[in-house]
């Protein structure tokens, strides 16, 4: 086996952290739309917001997000949205989005409180965006709850 073939299984593995690999889903802009939809009409049905991450497998503070987010603060936290994580590729998916949130680097975290979901998400309210520290998990959950003013 090539070094390169070696790295690149190394990589892949570490990039699938998350333990089933569906945390960095590949979708069509249409098809993350459609996600986005979803989860729109589910928090107007429960009240809970829309918590939008742009994220990308190959990004370290990125598999760290995804780590913290398995822990019981954040597990306990996130039970209170609609997440949906937008995998960005190499900064080449999901342009006009990243550039709507004006999204600086990754990750990138926006809260949202959608009212209406005939409009796109960019035009949701907002609750809090930004790049969120990932020092633990209690420091990222903290971000949340202050986003969702609890």
Not at 25 to 39: I, K
Request: glycine content about 8%; aromatic content about 8%; proline content about 7%.
């Amino acid at each position: 086996m090539s070094l390169r073939l070696l790295l690149f299984g190394l990589i892949t593995s570490l990039a699938c952290a998350s333990g089933d690999g569906t945390y960095w889903v590949d979708r069509s802009d249409t098809e993350l739309y459609n996600v986005l939809a979803e989860q729109c009409a589910a928090s107007l049905g429960d009240g809970k917001p829309v918590l939008i991450t742009f994220s990308a497998s190959w990004c370290p503070d990125c598999q760290q997000l995804n780590r913290l987010s398995q822990q019981a603060p954040m597990r306990a936290e996130l039970a209170g949205w609609h997440p949906v994580v937008v995998n960005v590729g190499d900064f080449d998916r999901h342009e006009s989005l990243m550039e709507a949130f004006g999204v600086p680097a990754i990750p990138y975290m926006a809260a949202m409180k959608p009212s209406d979901c005939s409009v796109p998400p960019q035009r949701w309210p907002r609750l809090r965006v930004g790049n969120v520290e990932l020092s633990t998990a209690d420091h990222f959950a903290g971000w949340l709850v202050q986003a969702r003013g609890a």
